[in-house]
């Protein structure tokens, strides 16, 4: 894992590894974290070379032609062709219409990642401050496959869809509320790219109808007894709905976390 923004360039190959320069990266974070939309000029510039630079080592190894990127098998019920599409757009709506751990949409979001990073493909999170690197393990993240850009600052839509250009599977957060011109210029990208884009959009939502909407609801944590004990794991229930396959609805129960960390399937 490492901190940076990630690019994409056209025409380029789709299997190369993290950069070899961990400072580059760090640095190129640190640019990220500083572009705003009164500083276009200078730390923009910046901005935009570091991903340029991160672009040419961070294509993943999965084939464009494939349509489907793998999802965990608890989660495969959700989806109508039980992966997630290419091209796609996702929205993870939490309990509450809240955006945090209370309301399951981040963990679900990040449990979306661990299936295809394990498979090769390099996954991004966008707007997502203090990601616990052993939770994330524990989900089934290769972390060694998923780049973090936590600050992307007031012009997070340009980085956002810089970032698309370089990944198989963005997680973004909008640290602002997405205007309906952004939201679409986003969704047209991720069509262009073939890429997944997940969305957490929290109580601001997402202005755009999303190929896909999971909504997560009947939060209920387990392993506290009479005054005493220590949480255990949590229970969700998520139902999906969307556009054309997704139409119906289809739920599932699930652990997330479970007693390991991982996530199972509760329908049981």
Same mark, same amino acid.
């Given at each position: 894992?490492?901190?940076?923004?990630?690019?994409?360039t056209p025409g380029q190959g789709r299997d190369d590894?993290?950069?070899?320069?961990?400072?580059?990266?760090?640095r190129g974070a640190e640019d990220a974290g500083r @572009?705003?939309?009164?500083?276009? $000029?200078?730390? !923009? +510039?910046? #901005?935009?070379?570091? =991903? &340029? /630079? %991160? *672009?040419?080592?961070?294509?993943?190894?999965?084939?464009?032609?494939?349509?489907?990127?793998?999802?965990?098998?608890?989660?495969?019920?959700?989806?109508?062709?039980?992966?997630?599409?290419?091209?796609?757009?996702?929205?993870?709506? @939490?309990?509450?219409?809240?955006? $945090?751990?209370? !309301? +399951?949409? #981040?963990?679900?979001? =990040? &449990? /979306? %990642? *661990?299936?295809?990073?394990?498979?090769?493909?390099?996954?991004?999170?966008?707007?997502?401050?203090?990601?616990?690197?052993?939770?994330?393990?524990?989900?089934?993240?290769?972390?060694?496959?998923?780049?973090?850009?936590?600050?992307? @600052?007031?012009?997070?839509?340009?980085?956002?869809?810089?970032?698309?250009?370089?990944?198989? =599977?963005v997680v973004l957060l909008p640290p602002f509320p997405?205007?309906?011109?952004?939201?679409?210029?986003?969704?047209?990208?991720?069509?262009?790219?073939?890429?997944?884009?997940?969305?957490?959009?929290?109580?601001?939502?997402?202005?755009?109808?999303?190929?896909?909407?999971?909504?997560?609801?009947?939060?209920?944590?387990?392993?506290?007894?009479?005054?005493?004990?220590?949480?255990?794991?949590?229970?969700?229930?998520?139902?999906?709905?969307?556009?054309?396959?997704?139409?119906?609805?289809?739920?599932?129960?699930?652990?997330?976390?479970?007693?390991?960390?991982?996530?199972?399937?509760?329908?049981?």
């Amino acid at each position: 894992m490492f901190v940076s923004p990630v690019n994409r360039t056209p025409g380029q190959g789709r299997d190369d590894g993290p950069p070899a320069d961990s400072t580059q990266a760090e640095r190129g974070a640190e640019d990220a974290g500083r @572009g705003g939309a009164g500083d276009r $000029g200078g730390s !923009g +510039g910046r #901005v935009a070379e570091s =991903l &340029a /630079l %991160l *672009a040419e080592r961070t294509r993943p190894v999965s084939s464009s032609q494939t349509r489907l990127l793998p999802v965990l098998p608890p989660l495969a019920g959700l989806f109508p062709d039980g992966g997630l599409r290419r091209g796609s757009t996702v929205v993870v709506d @939490g309990a509450g219409g809240g955006t $945090g751990e209370g !309301g +399951g949409d #981040v963990s679900l979001a =990040l &449990a /979306l %990642l *661990a299936a295809a990073s394990s498979a090769g493909s390099w996954c991004a999170l966008v707007g997502l401050v203090g990601l616990g690197a052993v939770a994330a393990h524990d989900l089934g993240i290769d972390l060694a496959r998923l780049a973090l850009v936590p600050h992307p @600052g007031a012009a997070w839509a340009e980085v956002t869809a810089t970032v698309i250009d370089g990944v198989d =599977l963005v997680v973004l957060l909008p640290p602002f509320p997405p205007r309906p011109a952004m939201a679409r210029r986003l969704v047209a990208r991720v069509r262009e790219r073939r890429s997944v884009l997940v969305v957490v959009p929290g109580r601001s939502g997402w202005p755009d109808g999303p190929d896909l909407r999971l909504e997560v609801g009947d939060l209920c944590w387990d392993g506290v007894g009479a005054g005493e004990g220590y949480l255990e794991r949590r229970r969700m229930t998520v139902t999906a709905t969307g556009r054309r396959s997704a139409a119906r609805p289809r739920r599932r129960q699930l652990w997330l976390p479970s007693t390991t960390g991982a996530v199972i399937g509760a329908d049981s």
